[in-house]
């Protein structure tokens, strides 16, 4: 079966470490700072692992020993998120089926493209941190606003696609917060 779509899911800095105890997709981790609360915790999991049961304190200890505070965006930086997502989806003639962007991370179904899904993410990323700078509403500081890696789905059929869409669609309600509703997602017609 032909990839008809991505769900894709990347974090800001800090959202996720390597040794998160409810698994992470590192081999690897690279901190000194953050090797004393334990090992890369890999996980080969299909399904989000992010309501497993884990001491929730020990992860905040480990996400105050990062090099740079955790990002953690705003309303007004959240919307200067958006408007680099348009921006990224125009230049790249990407087509976006559905968008939630969290305070911490970013849900995103992506239709094909004949350009690799993770340089459509950092593609994405790259014009969101540039509105955010041009709305001052981020310093050029050396500090990062995003994660290295995310997350991505492989979506094979048009009943995933739409499950997908229905997912990234309600996760903001998940958090507290309303549906979320941006001007460059286009409705997937698969």
């Known amino acids: 079966m032909a990839v008809l779509a991505y769900h894709v899911i990347f974090g800001a800095y800090g959202f996720w470490l390597p040794n998160d105890p409810r698994g992470s997709w590192s081999v690897f981790v ?3 700072e953050l090797s004393r609360f334990g090992k890369a915790t ?3 999991a299909r399904r989000s692992v992010a309501k497993a049961a884990h001491d929730g304190r020990l992860r905040e200890e480990a996400k105050r020993a990062l090099k740079y505070p955790a990002v953690r965006f705003s309303g007004r930086q959240a919307l200067a998120v958006a408007h680099g997502f348009a921006r990224a989806r ?3 003639g990407y087509r976006v089926h559905a968008c939630s962007i969290l305070p911490e991370h970013v849900h ?3 239709g094909w493209h004949d350009r690799a899904v993770g340089r459509m993410v950092g593609h994405f990323k790259a014009r969101a941190t540039q509105a955010l700078a041009e709305e001052g509403l981020w310093r050029a500081d050396g500090r990062p606003v995003w994660a290295k890696r995310g997350w991505k789905v492989f979506l094979n059929g048009p009943e995933e696609v739409h499950r997908a869409i229905a997912y990234v669609e309600a996760n903001p309600e998940r958090e507290g917060k309303r549906r979320q509703r ?3 997602v286009e409705a997937y017609d698969g």
Do not use: L
């Open 90 to 92: 125009t230049e790249g």
């Open 42 to 44: 890999k996980t080969e």
């Open 182 to 184: 941006w001007s460059f």
């Open 108 to 110: 995103m179904v992506i």
């Open 30 to 32: 690279a901190s000194w």
